[in-house]
């Protein structure tokens, strides 16, 4: 049922603009790349297409890396971000963006573009780093996690100050970033975004059987003979890939990587991760194409920012597992 409402999610955002264009006609383009008008096949091609893969490939990035950071930190409410790692992608394009006073559009050429996805893969990757030395010294996961939050809250003292001191057009840019789109994802693009995706899952993939051991304590995942501190790099780097990726192409998307794990023990009914990993795929893919699909209830061309329509889907979903449970269950 939810590869059928997946694939029917994907062909409705195809089908959804301000240019109304048939399925049949759609189909046309998609599997021939012709059609009765060229604008059309401009349309799904380089616009419609490359949006719903790369909503796909949010909601599946996002959905994972927070499934591997509530179970390791045993955290209902822990995201992908909750290491700082999407503090630092910010950070990395606040320097580009108000360090040197040039504003998104500017840098909207494909070399501005690069440069914009460089700078956040740098400050994600610097916070990763930073993590990845603290976690060789430290064995208690939550003192990592409350140094995570630490690292995410000085990285955004930062921000702060660069926005207080930054001219108005470079805030504004930035503060638009900030808000988050699928709009700016191409086809090029995606040769890159993909791939990292990719890497990101397969080696979330290798931490299923970690993440299954730890769901009953660490003392018990040594006992099996896991090695804990291989198993966090592991998942560290796993959630820094994914979660980095999708902020330097997309922006800061939140609340998916919180309310779809949830959602997805709810409707398995099981703490296995294996089947909650294939589950987060499935579910955050269709969350994301969803927000897409309400960004653009407005019609006339006007697009919702895509955070603030995953906020409103989110927290009541965090909210209402919350007053239904009393408390969150893992095992």
């Given at each position: 049922?939810?590869?059928?409402?997946?694939?029917?999610?994907?062909?409705?955002?195809?089908?959804?603009?301000?240019?109304?264009?048939?399925?049949?006609?759609?189909?046309?383009?998609?599997?021939?790349?012709?059609?009765?008008?060229?604008?059309?096949?401009?349309?799904?091609?380089?616009?419609?297409?490359?949006?719903?893969?790369t909503a796909v490939l949010a909601g599946?990035?996002?959905?994972?890396?927070?499934?591997?950071?509530?179970?390791?930190?045993?955290?209902?409410?822990?995201?992908?971000?909750?290491?700082?790692?999407?503090?630092?992608?910010?950070?990395?394009?606040?320097?580009?963006?108000?360090?040197?006073?040039?504003?998104?559009?500017?840098?909207?050429?494909?070399?501005?573009?690069?440069?914009?996805?460089?700078?956040?893969?740098?400050?994600?990757?610097?916070?990763?780093?930073?993590?990845?030395?603290?976690?060789?010294?430290?064995?208690?996961?939550?003192?990592?996690?409350?140094?995570?939050?630490?690292?995410?809250?000085?990285?955004?003292?930062?921000?702060?100050?660069?926005?207080?001191?930054?001219?108005?057009?470079a805030l504004k840019s930035?503060?638009?970033?900030?808000?988050?789109?699928?709009?700016?994802?191409?086809?090029?693009?995606?040769?890159?975004?993909?791939?990292?995706?990719?890497?990101?899952?397969?080696?979330?993939?290798?931490?299923?059987?970690?993440?299954?051991?730890?769901?009953?304590?660490?003392?018990?995942?040594?006992?099996?003979?896991?090695?804990?501190?291989?198993?966090?790099?592991?998942?560290?780097?796993?959630?820094?890939?994914?979660?980095?990726?999708?902020?330097?192409?997309?922006?800061?998307?939140?609340?998916?990587?919180?309310?779809?794990?949830?959602?997805?023990?709810?409707?398995?009914?099981?703490?296995?991760?294996?089947?909650?990993?294939?589950?987060?795929?499935?579910?955050?893919?269709?969350?994301?194409?969803?927000?897409?699909?309400?960004?653009?209830?407005?019609?006339?061309?006007?697009?919702?920012?895509?955070?603030?329509?995953?906020?409103?889907?989110?927290?009541?979903?965090?909210?209402?597992?919350?007053?239904?449970?009393?408390?969150?269950?893992?095992?």
């Amino acid at each position: 049922m939810l590869v059928v409402l997946l694939i029917f999610s994907f062909i409705t955002v195809l089908c959804t603009g301000s240019t109304n264009i048939s399925l049949r006609d759609i189909i046309e383009i998609l599997f021939t790349g012709q059609s009765v008008t060229e604008e059309w096949t401009v349309i799904i091609r380089e616009i419609r297409l490359p949006k719903a893969i790369t909503a796909v490939l949010a909601g599946m990035a996002l959905s994972v890396s927070g499934l591997q950071m509530q179970t390791v930190f045993r955290n209902p409410l822990a995201g992908p971000y909750v290491l700082g790692i999407s503090a630092g992608a910010i950070l990395g394009v606040a320097l580009l963006v108000m360090g040197t006073g040039a504003t998104v559009a500017h840098l909207a050429g494909n070399i501005g573009y690069w440069m914009i996805i460089v700078a956040a893969f740098t400050g994600a990757a610097a916070i990763l780093c930073v993590i990845f030395l603290v976690s060789l010294r430290i064995r208690d996961v939550m003192t990592i996690l409350i140094l995570g939050i630490l690292f995410g809250s000085i990285t955004s003292s930062f921000i702060n100050i660069l926005q207080y001191f930054s001219e108005a057009g470079a805030l504004k840019s930035f503060t638009v970033w900030t808000m988050g789109s699928l709009n700016g994802v191409t086809l090029l693009h995606l040769k890159a975004l993909a791939p990292a995706v990719a890497i990101g899952l397969a080696v979330a993939i290798l931490t299923v059987k970690p993440l299954n051991a730890m769901l009953l304590g660490e003392n018990y995942a040594r006992s099996i003979g896991v090695n804990i501190i291989s198993a966090r790099l592991l998942i560290f780097f796993s959630t820094g890939i994914l979660a980095g990726s999708i902020t330097a192409f997309c922006g800061p998307i939140g609340f998916v990587g919180i309310a779809t794990p949830h959602l997805c023990r709810i409707i398995f009914r099981t703490s296995e991760q294996g089947v909650l990993l294939f589950g987060c795929l499935l579910v955050g893919s269709i969350v994301m194409l969803f927000s897409d699909l309400i960004s653009q209830l407005p019609g006339n061309g006007a697009i919702l920012p895509i955070n603030s329509v995953t906020a409103f889907i989110g927290i009541p979903v965090v909210i209402w597992i919350i007053i239904r449970n009393n408390k969150f269950i893992f095992t």
